[in-house]
């Protein structure tokens, strides 16, 4: 069974500050990751889907990275904004056969300005 | 359609009332997925369809729970006698075949009182 932990829960840095969130994830036999954000009360907007042949994905200023063997990933975030404080939540996809997304409790990101 | 729509966003229910919630993915996606999420935690899966074919569900759709994608095209998901515990936000993603990018709905949120 897949399990998701997303190390630090809860993160407050002030704005402009580069930042890392951590996620691990014990099966790595993963298909691909998604990270998300979550704003409060609302959905989950994708942000970057890095593939399992990949060892990096950039969306302007994210970039996450995955080393499948080690079962980790990690989203950075450069010159941080107010507008991006949210809950970050990774997912990875088990795929072959197993089509579902499991999620860990995700980190709770403050972007102090 | 730019995203996935669900409805309604809101439900506020007494315990034992039947609750109906509506999902429409985005066009032409086949897969179509339900999760459900208490607060602090990462949203758990309930169940997904590969166009109207239900194809898993998770142990924690009771029997109370019924999952439905007619056409396969939106899908609705009862709850029959709900009970306090079901009080939670209910979410929906869709993703255009197996894999591949999923992208969530706003999410319904239920409050039984």
């Known amino acids: 069974k897949q399990e998701v932990t997303q190390i630090p829960a809860a993160l407050s840095v002030p704005e402009g500050e580069n930042l890392v969130l951590n996620c691990s994830f014990t099966?790595?036999?993963?298909?691909?990751l998604q990270w998300f954000r979550q704003d409060p009360g609302k959905g989950l907007t994708s942000l970057l889907l890095?593939?399992?042949?990949?060892r990096e994905q950039t969306s302007g200023r994210l970039n996450a990275s995955l080393d499948k063997s080690s079962g980790r990933s990690t989203l950075y975030i450069a010159a941080s904004q107010p507008g991006d404080s949210a809950t970050y939540l990774c997912?990875?996809?088990?795929?072959?056969?197993?089509?579902?997304?499991?999620f860990g409790t995700g980190t709770r990101l403050t972007i102090i300005p | 359609d730019t995203g996935v729509s669900q409805d309604p966003r809101h439900k506020i229910t007494k315990r034992g009332q039947n609750v109906t919630f509506r999902c429409d993915p985005i066009?032409?996606?086949?897969?179509l997925y339900w999760y459900r999420q208490t607060l602090g935690q990462g949203p758990e899966f309930l169940t997904y369809f590969q166009n109207e074919a239900q194809l898993e569900k998770s142990r924690l759709l009771s029997d109370r729970f019924s999952a439905e994608r007619p056409k396969g095209s939106f899908s609705t998901l009862e709850i029959q006698r709900t009970e306090q515990g079901d009080s939670a936000m209910y979410l929906c993603?869709?993703?255009?075949?197996?894999?591949?990018?999923?992208?969530f709905g706003q999410g319904t949120r239920l409050t039984v009182v």
């Open positions: 997912a990875p996809h088990s795929g072959f056969g197993n089509e579902k997304l499991t």
């Open positions: 099966d790595s036999a993963i298909y691909n």
């Open positions: 066009s032409e996606h086949n897969r």
């Open positions: 890095i593939q399992s042949s990949q």
């Open positions: 993603a869709s993703s255009s075949v197996r894999y591949t990018e999923a992208f």
